[in-house]
């Protein structure tokens, strides 16, 4: 009995030893994951009429996620559309407008011709030809005088019609922006917004985040500084829920260049009064790394 019960104990001691063995991982640093968020607002303002966006749901950039009232956007498009069409019709017809001033041109040429032909017979007075030459310049004056004020009205209802055609662009503008269409990819992580609310410009509509790859904020002194350097390769641990560590390969993406207080939710009060600086690394995500987590760091 007592060979049992002796055999028995040094078997606990020798599994909380092995235990003990597991969990005890040397590591340089330790910080929290995190992820580059980013907040859609919307653009313009207006009811929801749908908005197909649900926490957690993996979008893809360009992804229609619903739309925005443009009712009213449209009519006043319609409405400047509509001008332009009935402003263009007022342009004068320069050939129409024309037409019976050349047609006394063309009248006092044939006669200016025949006037010079009787002169050269002495048929007709000099006299004549002259005041047929002057007749003929005073038509072309009045066709020049009439080409350049139909061209400045012409002219004038052009740039009337392009100022409105400005404003449709603004509203053809508007109506892109009513669109609800997702920017980036990533993963839903908060929605602020639900169909049929009445939203603004600037007003977040959804938090979004690629977690594919994933940032670890961590923290190291100033004897570690001349350890780590951009784009250095390091091991990243998390629980694996059995007792030991999950490791997965990192990139030191970012180095503050200044100090700062230990963060609070560093254990003890001592820590939290040390000098550190903030590091990043980028580690791929199989989808077992969540924003908020914690993990260790091995150089």
């Known amino acids: 009995m007592k060979r049992f019960l002796t055999l028995i104990i040094a078997t606990i001691l020798i599994s909380v030893l092995a235990s003990c063995n597991r969990n005890e991982v040397d590591f340089d640093a330790s910080g929290s994951f995190e992820a580059e968020e980013t907040i859609i607002s919307a653009e313009t303002s207006g009811t929801i009429r749908e908005f197909d966006v649900e926490e957690g749901q993996v979008l893809a950039a360009g992804k229609r996620i619903g739309y925005i009232d ?3 956007l449209y009519l006043k ?16 017809n320069m050939a129409a407008q024309s037409a019976a001033l050349k047609e006394q041109l063309s009248t006092a040429e044939t006669e200016q011709k025949r006037i010079a032909n009787l ?19 005073v038509i072309k004056k009045q066709i ?18 392009s100022v409105l055609r400005v404003q449709i662009a603004q509203l053809n503008d508007d109506l892109r922006k009513c ?19 009445v939203t603004s410009p600037g007003k977040p509509l959804y938090k979004i985040a690629d977690l594919s790859t994933i940032l670890m904020r961590a923290y190291v002194t100033g004897n570690q500084l001349p350890l780590i350097k951009l784009n250095q390769k390091v091991n990243v641990l998390t629980d694996d829920g059995s007792g030991g560590y999950k490791q997965t390969a ?14 609070k939710t560093i254990q003890t009060k001592d820590e939290r009064a040390n000098m550190v600086y903030a590091i990043k690394i980028k580690v791929t995500n199989d989808g077992s790394y969540k924003i908020g987590m914690y993990g260790e760091v091995k150089f």
Do not use: C, H
Request: charged share 25%; proline share 3%.
């Open 77 to 92: 498009k319609k409405q400047l559309e509509a001008q332009i069409n009935a402003m263009l019709s007022k342009r004068p």
């Open 179 to 197: 669109k609800l269409v997702n920017p980036v990819n990533g993963t839903v992580l908060t929605k602020y917004a639900e169909s049929y609310e």
């Open 250 to 263: 990192g990139l030191i993406t970012w180095i503050n260049d200044k100090a700062e207080f230990t963060p």
């Open 70 to 72: 443009s009712t009213q």
């Open 144 to 161: 020049e005088a009439q080409r350049s004020s139909l061209s400045i009205t012409t002219e004038g209802i052009n740039k009337d019609a």
């Open 119 to 137: 002169v050269k017979s002495d048929a007709a007075t000099t006299k004549q030809l002259d005041d047929i030459n002057a007749t003929i310049e």
